[in-house]
C-alpha cells in the first residue's frame, strides 16, 4: 500500500469513526426522546454492558489467556486505539492500568447534549468486557477526564 491509499484509509476510518459516535448519540437522543431521560440512561447502560460481552466473545475467541490480566489490558489498548482514543498501559504492582490520556467520546457526549455521561458507559463496558474474560477479573475506575481528571485511569486486579 502506498502512502496515499494509506493516507485515504486512514481519512476513511476516522470518518468512520465520528459516523459510529452519531449513530451511538442519534439512537441515545431517539430512547430519550421515547422513555425519558431515566429509563434512556439505563438503555444506553445495558448497551454498554452488550457491547463489553461482544467484546469479550471476540476476546476469548482469540483463544487468549483470560487470566493474564497484562495481556486483557493490552487488547482492550488496542480496542481503544481503534477508536480513536490515546491509550498506553501501565504495571502497578499487581495491578494493571489503562490510562486514557485522550478521548473522542468526551467531545461527542458534550457536542451531543450529554456532557459528562461517557463515564457510566466506559464503566459499564469495562465491567462487562472483564466479567466476561474472566470473572475473577475486577476493574475500578480511578479517574475519569470527564470528571475533570488528566486521565481516564482503570485499575485491573485478579480477585480469585
Known amino acids: 500500500m502506498d502512502a496515499k491509499e494509506n493516507a485515504k484509509m486512514l481519512r476513511n476510518w476516522k470518518g468512520m469513526i465520528f459516523i459510529s459516535h452519531d449513530f451511538f448519540h442519534r439512537w441515545r437522543q431517539t430512547v430519550e426522546e421515547t422513555v425519558g431521560q431515566q429509563d434512556a440512561r439505563k438503555l444506553v447502560e445495558r448497551f454498554w454492558e452488550l457491547v463489553g460481552q461482544g467484546t469479550a466473545e471476540a476476546y476469548l475467541s482469540k483463544n487468549r489467556d483470560p ?29 494493571v492500568l489503562l490510562i486514557h490520556d485522550a478521548c473522542p467520546w468526551i467531545d461527542s457526549f458534550r457536542d451531543y447534549g450529554a456532557p459528562g455521561q461517557c463515564q ?9 468486557t472483564a466479567e466476561g474474560i474472566s470473572p475473577g477479573l475486577r476493574v475500578e475506575t480511578a479517574a475519569c477526564l470527564a470528571a475533570g481528571d488528566k486521565t481516564c485511569t482503570r485499575r485491573f486486579t485478579r480477585v480469585l
Open 120 to 128: 457510566a458507559g466506559c464503566d459499564r463496558w469495562f465491567g462487562a
Open 67 to 95: 487470566g493474564n490480566v497484562e495481556d486483557v489490558v493490552t487488547a482492550l489498548a488496542r480496542a481503544s486505539e481503534v477508536m480513536g482514543e490515546t491509550v498506553r498501559v501501565e504495571k502497578d504492582g499487581e495491578a
